[in-house]
Nanobody, 127 residues
Framework: EVQLVESGGGLVQAGGSLRLSCAAS????????IGWFRQAPGKEREGVSC????????YYADSVKGRFTISSDNAKNTVYLQMNILKPEDTAVYYC????????????????????WGQGTQVAVSS
């Protein structure tokens, strides 16, 4: 059974940091990219960052470049999202998803092809 489990969300003041984790199981980790997406109330789900597990290529939304860092521990089948200098506009439910790595050339561009999602973790940034 494919499972993605997010953790690490919480409430933080603007300028603070959080680290999200996405623990994956039930599939061959190296065959997939793992993406972080977020959805704020009343807004569509948007891509934040993603990483191809096999070769480590990473991609970021312009809104988080320089503040967020994605990394992967392939031995633990876990992807992390280190979020620094958080802003109130980062407030959202953050989801991780798995994308078959056959979809190359920027895993953030393939939202509709992600076929497994976690339950989400809430991130709230106060001003």
């Amino acid at each position: 059974e494919v499972q993605l489990v997010e953790s690490g969300g919480g409430l933080v003041q603007a300028g603070g940091s959080l680290r999200l984790s996405c623990a994956a199981s039930g599939f061959t980790f190296d065959d997939y990219a793992i993406g972080w997406f977020r959805q704020a109330p009343g807004k569509e789900r948007e891509g934040v960052s993603c990483i191809y597990s096999s070769h480590g290529s990473t991609y970021y939304a312009d809104s988080v470049k320089g503040r967020f860092t994605i990394s992967s521990d392939n031995a633990k089948n876990t992807v992390y999202l280190q979020m620094n200098i958080l802003k109130p506009e980062d407030t959202a439910v953050y989801y991780c998803g798995a994308l078959n790595a056959q979809f190359g050339n920027n895993c953030l561009h393939w939202l509709d092809e992600y076929d497994n999602w976690g339950q989400g973790t809430q991130v709230a940034v106060s001003s």
